[in-house]
């Protein structure tokens, strides 16, 4: 078996680290158990470009239980656990192709050898493996039943390439399935954003003047998480509707550039490019923190921070890198710009990629299941995959609700409702 991770040694921690995540993913584990008896992957080559963590391991172990020939390589070059990917290979037999802090030549590579796998079916978070097999791999590609995303950035890459004619086959937006974006963007992209940073700097988020771009289901959540903890939140918004709502969710609105003046931490989730920029850099206070959650590592502009300071940058812990500007301040930037929950900490907990796996592992099996009536476009998740992991994770809660009485079934079909 081809593979290559960090070091194969890691695996023992790797395994204890699956397992441990593997409590906190009840739907999951109950979907791998039919998977195993009914096999529905059986025969198909799985190719999952995805950040590899404890969580993913266990999605891989579920698609292999269907019976799919799985391999996984990283969707970011940063946000690999090394333990974990060993594990993969050493424990689960899984061809892994994934080291963190790979450089882009190396990504490439490891994005390449899944597209050697001949895959019948993918899985993207970013829309990496897609955009390569339909750029760059045209036999693959027509071998390509369906594929799955994970992320906003990657529907939206999917979309564009519908709109230019350019999908070779169905895709499935995951991340717009109410159990992925309502839980695991909000809440998990919220905690674990935090996590990040605290992880990475040991900073007091209590009185803190956090800086917050953006305010979609990432946004939300990673506000809501700060306000939490203490500090005071601004937003800043391109959309009249979203800051609307985080005007009356209680948080300031501005600009950048007069947010830029006042903030000691900036957190950037837009999914868009250049947020933060020279403009910005320039204003900011001296000991300024500057993070991004979003997918890529291009929201906040580092070419003109390394400009404004000459190149001149310094590693002053892990995951933080100290620019020393020409005007005498200097700014921190954490994890190279890239997503700080993956790369700092440990992404998304469990609990909550519990559901974004449940859909991602019913989904294939739909997808499977319907090849031959899918047309080339963006599928939404069927509307019963997201109904019953919402019903399996409340039973798993322990969380019982109520049903309509006969009577309310018939009283919210009817006309005549005042009578
Ligand atoms: N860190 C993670 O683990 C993680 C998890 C899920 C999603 N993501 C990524 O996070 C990003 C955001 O995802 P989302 O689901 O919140 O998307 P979303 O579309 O719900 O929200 C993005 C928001 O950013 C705003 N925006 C765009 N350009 C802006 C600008 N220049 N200044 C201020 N605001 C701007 C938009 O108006 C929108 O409200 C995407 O790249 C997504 O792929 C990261």
Known sequence: MEYDVRSIDLAADGKKRIEWADRNMPVLARIRERFAQERPLAGLRIACCLHVTSETANLVRTLKAGGGEVLLCASNPLSTQDDVAAALVAEYQVPTFAIKGEDNKTYYRHIIAACDHKPHVTMDDGCDLVFTLTRDRADDAANVIGSMEETTTGVMRLRAMEAKGELKFPVVAVNDADCKHLFDNRYGTGQSTLDGIIRATNTLMAGKKVVIAGYGWCGRGTAT????????????????LRAIEAAMDGFLVMPMAEAARVGDLFITVTGNKNVIRREHFEVMKDGAIVCNSGHFNVEVDIPALELLSNNVRKGVRRFVDAYQLTSGRTIYLLA???????AAAEGHPAAVMDMSFAVQALTTEWVVRNRDNLDVRVHDVPHEVDEYVAAIKLQTMGIRIDTLTDEQVKYLASSDMGT
């Open 225 to 240: 998480r700060a306000r939490g903890a203490g500090s005071n939140v601004i937003i800043t918004e391109i959309d009249p």
């Open 336 to 342: 190279e710009g890239r997503l700080v929950n993956l």
